[in-house]
């Protein structure tokens, strides 16, 4: 790699080492600045669901010369398949991969969240200083400099300090204490875990509708393990508070909501006690209307977390460090500028990812009765006799981000 030089280089502190985090340490280090990530696990954070590229994000990918290694590590998943209880599959909707139009229900780059990790880290981690166990406890910052203070008791001087710290971001609340809730909820909820893979779980996700606003999902990335995924639609006190308990009670919770759900429920839930994983999470965005304040930004899901459903949450993230580093190696000497600019071009792609979710759309997808849910399903089957989701993915002249364009790469072309 040859950095960009030139220009003065920034002491820069990102907060979190997760996809958004591990972009912006690529592209700053690129433009010559010294980096620290850190990362409040133990150690590189290389697990977690199949996530997904799409649109824009895969120009991002591609601009970090990164397609290829994260093509040798594609998950085979060929289609979404909407099955009833006996796992037949009523609808199967293939991902579109024509290279042209617009990504189906599940995409042509789908990938492990801990692959996509280990790819970034690989490509970073000779540049950046990368710091595990120790997150950033508090901060104060003046016009010329921030001092973090670390949860291990010590601190340090930098001249920009990134909160790429996710939805819950400690570093957003501390920077906008005053603003308003930045969570846009949508009434649904979702657990996933892995169990063993069987012999007929198969490269087609099966999507298991069950009254009660409640979704079984189940997709396959490896020889040997499986994903299950719990979904339910429902808007009370408890279902939000489930995600801040002990794990032990969360997966009461799920396994409780889900005991007459039928189909594979008993092996998944059976499965979720032992399971290596788990994560249980409300599905919410992030709104806020502004993303920095003197020499701290957000980043990523800590600025505008555009949830699961819009497909465009790691996309999303790879392209606001694309913007956000491309701005700071442009102007490194008037950081206000850099920060203006991040917001001012960013904004309108996040606001179409984001737009992209409408919860009564959602509500479709998640059924209170049978006959909804057959209603559904028939629909879905003449739509895929039909072709319709084919034809409609390949003829789009667009992907879910729309027609915003991908600024210039953050380093000059031939540094990287």
Same mark, same amino acid.
């Given at each position: 790699?040859?950095?960009?030089?030139?220009?003065?280089?920034?002491?820069?502190?990102?907060?979190?080492?997760?996809?958004?985090?591990?972009?912006?340490?690529?592209?700053?280090?690129?433009?010559?600045?010294?980096?620290?990530?850190?990362?409040?696990?133990?150690?590189?954070?290389?697990?977690?669901?199949?996530?997904?590229?799409?649109?824009?994000?895969?120009?991002?990918?591609?601009?970090?010369?990164?397609?290829?290694?994260?093509?040798?590590?594609?998950?085979?998943?060929?289609?979404?398949?909407?099955?009833?209880?006996?796992?037949?599959?009523?609808?199967?909707?293939?991902?579109?991969?024509?290279?042209?139009?617009?990504?189906?229900?599940?995409?042509?780059?789908? *990938?492990?969240?801990?692959?996509?990790?280990?790819?970034?880290?690989?490509?970073?981690?000779?540049?950046?200083?990368?710091?595990?166990?120790?997150?950033?406890?508090?901060?104060?910052?003046?016009?010329?400099?921030?001092?973090?203070?670390?949860?291990?008791?010590?601190?340090?001087?930098?001249?920009?300090?990134?909160?790429?710290?996710?939805?819950?971001?400690? *570093?957003?609340?501390?920077?906008?204490?005053?603003?308003?809730?930045?969570?846009?909820?949508?009434?649904?909820?979702?657990?996933?875990?892995?169990?063993?893979?069987?012999?007929?779980?198969?490269?087609?996700?099966?999507?298991?509708?069950?009254?009660?606003?409640?979704?079984?999902?189940?997709?396959?990335?490896?020889?040997?393990?499986?994903?299950?995924?719990?979904?339910?639609?429902?808007?009370?006190?408890?279902?939000?508070?489930?995600?801040?308990?002990?794990?032990?009670?969360?997966?009461?919770?799920?396994?409780?909501?889900?005991?007459?759900?039928?189909?594979?429920?008993?092996?998944?839930?059976?499965?979720?006690?032992?399971?290596?994983?788990?994560?249980?999470?409300?599905?919410?965005?992030?709104?806020?209307?502004?993303?920095?304040?003197?020499?701290?930004?957000?980043?990523?899901?800590?600025?505008?977390?555009?949830?699961?459903?819009?497909?465009?949450? *790691?996309?999303?993230?790879?392209?606001?460090?694309?913007?956000?580093?491309?701005?700071?190696?442009?102007?490194?000497?008037?950081?206000?500028?850099?920060?203006?600019?991040?917001?001012?071009?960013?904004?309108?792609? *996040?606001?179409?990812?984001?737009?992209?979710?409408?919860?009564?759309?959602?509500?479709?997808?998640?059924?209170?009765?049978?006959?909804?849910?057959?209603?559904?399903?028939?629909?879905?089957?003449?739509?895929?006799?039909?072709?319709?989701?084919?034809?409609?993915?390949?003829?789009?002249?667009?992907?879910?981000?729309?027609?915003?364009?991908?600024?210039?790469?953050?380093?000059?072309?031939?540094?990287?």
């Amino acid at each position: 790699m040859t950095k960009f030089s030139g220009a003065p280089s920034l002491r820069v502190l990102v907060a979190g080492g997760g996809v958004a985090g591990h972009a912006l340490a690529f592209w700053l280090t690129r433009g010559g600045h010294r980096v620290t990530v850190a990362e409040r696990f133990p150690a590189l954070r290389a697990a977690g669901a199949q996530v997904d590229l799409r649109g824009q994000g895969i120009q991002a990918v591609q601009r970090m010369g990164l397609l290829d290694a994260v093509r040798g590590k594609l998950v085979d998943e060929a289609g979404v398949a909407f099955v009833d209880a006996r796992g037949k599959a009523r609808a199967t909707i293939m991902a579109n991969t024509s290279g042209q139009g617009r990504q189906t229900l599940t995409s042509e780059y789908e *990938i492990m969240r801990g692959d996509l990790i280990r790819i970034l880290n690989d490509a970073t981690k000779d540049d950046a200083e990368f710091v595990f166990g120790k997150s950033v406890a508090g901060f104060e910052q003046d016009d010329h400099r921030v001092v973090a203070h670390f949860s291990d008791g010590s601190c340090g001087e930098f001249d920009l300090l990134v909160g790429a710290d996710g939805q819950g971001s400690r *570093i957003r609340r501390a920077v906008l204490p005053d603003a308003p809730d930045p969570y846009w909820r949508v009434g649904i909820h979702m657990a996933y875990w892995f169990v063993p893979r069987i012999a007929s779980d198969s490269n087609i996700r099966d999507t298991y509708m069950v009254p009660g606003g409640r979704q079984i999902m189940r997709r396959s990335h490896n020889p040997t393990e499986t994903q299950a995924y719990f979904v339910l639609r429902e808007e009370s006190e408890e279902a939000s508070a489930i995600h801040r308990a002990p794990v032990e009670r969360q997966q009461e919770f799920w396994a409780n909501r889900f005991a007459d759900a039928g189909w594979q429920t008993e092996r998944f839930t059976e499965g979720m006690r032992t399971s290596p994983f788990f994560y249980s999470q409300e599905i919410v965005q992030v709104r806020t209307d502004t993303w920095s304040k003197g020499r701290v930004v957000l980043a990523g899901d800590a600025a505008h977390c555009a949830s699961p459903y819009s497909g465009m949450g *790691i996309s999303g993230g790879l392209v606001g460090a694309h913007v956000l580093a491309g701005e700071i190696n442009r102007h490194p000497t008037d950081l206000p500028t850099a920060l203006a600019n991040y917001d001012h071009v960013l904004r309108p792609f *996040i606001n179409e990812i984001q737009g992209q979710v409408t919860p009564r759309l959602l509500r479709l997808g998640l059924p209170m009765t049978q006959r909804a849910i057959d209603v559904f399903q028939a629909t879905t089957a003449l739509a895929c006799f039909l072709r319709v989701p084919d034809l409609a993915a390949r003829l789009s002249k667009e992907d879910r981000g729309g027609n915003w364009q991908l600024p210039e790469n953050p380093v000059p072309t031939g540094t990287i």
